[in-house]
């Protein structure tokens, strides 16, 4: 074997190191076992806050240098000279050591300002809910209310000595580097959860196309599968079908042993109906053995030769860094190779089935899959607390009941049904408070109760029942709302994720615009009606003046009428505005 082709285990100042060689510029990273997945909601985004503020010291270099927050792992990577890595490294862990707290809050306005570009996935909200994995979904709450001694504490117990791994792709290892970080063991792996009672599971949304992704174990098998079911998906929309213009898959693997499989398919709007029943044609085929051999071998082919380059060893230093974080062994890019050679359609076969029974999928809103097999995930809860009951405001169907162990919202259809959404108080992931009374109680389950003065005839002695009930940890305080919610929400829209607002906007307060606009509109519509009077006047019973010839009757009639189009025309502009604002 090409020594060049391995990746060699190493150790700098007692942190574990890959190493593999690489021409060109010195690639190095510093990987830790922490992620957004270790936090909870009520701390969503501190482990995002330390790793800006660990790079801001290094501030504008000539060097690319980075940092990223995933679900399970954070990195720093860069990329220049020896002695520029070297500093780099350094410099981060002695940030780490002593984060620049000054910058505290400015660091939190710039992540609530990413927050605002960046959009959030629904499918681990519904796989996983508010907890754990699931937090990805979700914005970074946490982040508003932490204190300096909260961060230097995280920083403290996740970015140590024992819980990273060091990895560098160059001609060697750089000379004089000294990492220091704080003393501390490895971390284990945050634990899966759940809030699917079953799979295959679907859910809908309003988006245009097809999201679905599937557990299933993180061998070479699946990650042949997750490319022939991407094959097989754009031959049949997009080549054949002409429905969609994106299908694709992505294979992440999670480190503790298995992967997702995240399939996709875009469709405008009266295409829908055509990608959803191609989609799951695509995935019974797979589930039914039916793998094409050509297929198979085309995507065995690509992902052998992506292995096969001279950089593929450094390429996945990053990797191979979060699978030693994680306590899995770390593979050569010869020992893949031999995995993917050794891989048989059967062993495809068997991940597909696998795939089947992990399903979730994300359908565009108004379409269901229970006609494929796939039952819907949950929208309300199965019990309802015993206690006072209070009517919404608005809608008498609606009705919220606050109880010693939790609140539900409950619903009652025309036919009498009545479904809830239940939070327990010791299953509460997080409380969003505003300053005008308002809570938002969120369960670890991803459903939520809002609890608001202005939405149900709630006494003041009830709220502070509530507030006293509720777990101090998961208490999120949030700044005023800019419209007060206006009616409750229902039991089937209860899965919360991507806003902090009210269920919905109060009424519009007129603007000095809209007067203005409404004066304007009262000028312009009596001169049009005395303009346009004058010229019908003129037009009717002017025409048989025998002073007047035919062309001068017809141009000062003309003229009228066009004075009158004029008014007329400004005034409508004026309601129409009026009417979209």
Known sequence: ???????????????????????????????????????????????????????????????????????????????GAEHEVVAYLQGVCASLCDLPMERLETEKEILRTEESRRGSAQLPLWRYGAQGHGLVSYPEWGVRNLRPEDVRHWAQTWFTRGNAVLWVAGERIPEGLSLRLPEGGRIPMPAVTSALPETPAYFSDGSGGVLLDAVVADTAAARLYAGVLERELSRSLRQEGGYSYTAGTDYTPRRDGMALVT???????????????????????????RIGPADLEAVRTRYDSALAAPDAAAKRLPGSAEDLLAGRPVLTPAALRAELRAVTPEQVHTVALQAAQTALMQVPAGHSADWAGYTAAPTDSSYTVTGRRFRSVRDKSVALVVGAEGVSVTTKSPDGTECAVTVPYRACAAVLCWPDGGRRLVGTDALCVDVDPGLYDIDAHTMATIDAAVPPHAVVWLPPRQQPAARPATAAASHEGGTAQGAASGARTPTRRTVMQSIGLVVLGILAVLCGLVALSFTVFEAEDPELTMGEWIAISAFFWGITALLVWPAVRIVRTTRRA
Do not use: C, W
Not at 50 to 60: D, F, K, Q, S, T
Not at 270 to 276: E, F, R, W
């Open 1 to 79: 074997m090409n020594p060049q082709a391995a990746i060699r285990t190493t150790e700098v100042d007692g942190i574990p190191t890959l190493f593999a060689h690489a021409t060109g510029p010195m690639r190095a990273g510093l990987v830790f076992r922490v992620g957004v997945a270790d936090e909870t909601l009520t701390r969503s985004g501190i482990t995002h806050l330390v790793e800006h503020l660990a790079l801001h010291r290094n501030g504008l270099a000539d060097y690319h240098f980075n940092g990223e927050t995933k679900a399970a792992f954070t990195h720093f990577y860069m990329e």
């Open 263 to 289: 399939a996709f398919a875009d469709s405008l709007p009266d295409k829908q109906d055509a990608v959803l029943g191609g989609f799951v044609d695509v995935l019974a085929g797979l589930r039914a053995g």
